[in-house]
Nanobody, 117 residues
């Protein structure tokens, strides 16, 4: 099993910044792809950003140029740096990991980000 623990959410004013962290533990040897998703009230969960092999990254159009995903292999942690936050970024943010060998996926418990003045 793989455990994912997110942290770093909170209340921030529009235009502000937050950094989310996702610490992975357990059987992480075959984890090659990790991602951040978010789910706003009344909406479907959507992909925000992903990172593969610690290098290749991709972003939703709505966050390009504002969010940056990165990884620290030594700490088994993935980060999501969020700048220029907007009220529409308000959501529960979830960490996601894929074990490519066993074709399994894992989710964290989520961390709430609220962007409001």
């Amino acid at each position: 099993q793989v455990q994912l623990v997110e942290s770093g959410g909170g209340l921030v004013q529009p235009g502000g910044s937050l950094r989310l962290s996702c610490a992975a533990s357990g059987n992480i040897f075959n984890i090659r792809a990790m991602a951040w998703y978010r789910q706003a009230p009344g909406k479907q969960r959507e992909l925000v950003a992903h990172i593969t092999n610690g290098v290749m990254t991709g972003y939703a159009d709505s966050v390009k140029g504002r969010f940056t995903i990165s990884g620290d292999n030594a700490k088994n942690t993935v980060y999501l740096q969020m700048n220029s936050l907007r009220p529409e970024d308000t959501a529960v943010y979830y960490c996601h990991a894929v074990d490519v060998t066993r074709d399994l996926e894992f989710w964290g418990q989520g961390t709430l980000v609220t962007v409001s003045s």
